[in-house]
């Protein structure tokens, strides 16, 4: 079996794949719930290079998530086997109203009839493909969504409980390639700006919620309710094995691999 094989089993959408709109929801729901979104590369030290069939092995084989260039790099491969059109967007992420850096996350287009927004890159965010044009609101299991244009391109806003608009990404819909993504990886991996490289950083959808843990403290949505506690290392390790398919464990103040043996 094909390291792109292991990954569409994995994901768990079976029979024949097509390329036509309920096939890309299908995709779509399924990553978003089955690979998490997971800065363990990151915290142990595991360098990170652009490349897409490397993303595929990562997830496919090894049994691991990542963070954005990962998922929808691989994402795109898989799409591209199945014959869609694919492309690639450049993203920066909102914080605290102010823009990132450019390159600071990767999104995909898919084209059929009309255009699509796809990110399985992005934690917590939309379970289906939006459709990539400003308008009306967006209805998702996940709350309601909308694009608005701006700056050349569009703010991607995200209606949160309160029935406030919050940006989620400005979205740039020149199409790119991945290694116009290398310097904010890299940079991602190593900045002290880098929010990836403090702590834990990891979700994983459900039908009606998530499960998303930053530092120790983990947050579980399940529709309108919300569960939110800090955890003890202890479990932490048992979350991330649990949760996000980590195993992990800490040494000197320092996350490492499980699965790596300690040098004697």
């Known amino acids: 079996m094909s390291d792109l094989d292991r990954y569409i089993e994995r994901i768990g959408v079976s029979g024949p794949l097509r390329a ?3 096939t890309l929801r299908a995709l779509h729901v399924a990553h978003m719930g089955a690979i998490p979104f997971e800065n363990a590369s990151v915290l142990f030290h595991e360098p990170i290079e652009l490349d897409a069939d490397g993303f595929v092995h990562k997830l496919g084989v090894l049994g691991r998530g990542g963070f954005c260039y990962e998922l929808n790099g691989a994402f795109a491969t898989l799409l591209r086997s199945v014959g869609f059109d694919v492309e690639l967007l450049e993203a920066r992420v909102y914080n605290e109203g102010e823009l990132g850096q450019r390159h600071d996350h990767l999104a995909l287009r898919v084209t059929l009839d009309e255009p699509w927004l796809v990110d399985v890159g992005f ?3 939309f379970l289906e493909p939006l459709r990539l044009a400003a308008g009306a609101d967006q209805q998702d299991p996940a709350g309601a969504f909308r694009l608005l244009p701006a700056h050349g ?7 949160r409980r309160d029935g ?7 979205l740039d819909p020149t199409p790119t390639i991945l290694s116009a993504f290398a310097d904010a990886c890299r940079s991602q991996q190593t900045s002290q700006s880098s929010p ?7 979700s994983l959808s459900t039908p009606t919620g ?3 843990m930053v530092g120790r403290h983990l947050i579980v949505t399940d529709g309108p ?3 939110e506690r800090d955890l003890t290392d202890d479990a ?5 094995a649990s949760v996000f398919a980590i195993r992990a464990r800490r040494t000197d103040g320092r996350w490492e691999r499980a699965d790596v043996a300690v040098d004697a």
């Open 123 to 125: 934690g917590y965010s």
């Open 210 to 212: 998530a499960t998303t």
């Open 153 to 159: 391109g569009f703010d991607v806003e995200w209606r």
């Open 225 to 227: 309710a919300r569960d």
């Open 20 to 22: 036509d709109l309920a």
């Open 164 to 170: 406030r608009w919050v940006p989620h990404y400005w």
């Open 236 to 240: 932490v390790i048992e979350t991330l």
């Open 196 to 202: 990836f490289i403090g702590g834990w950083i990891c």
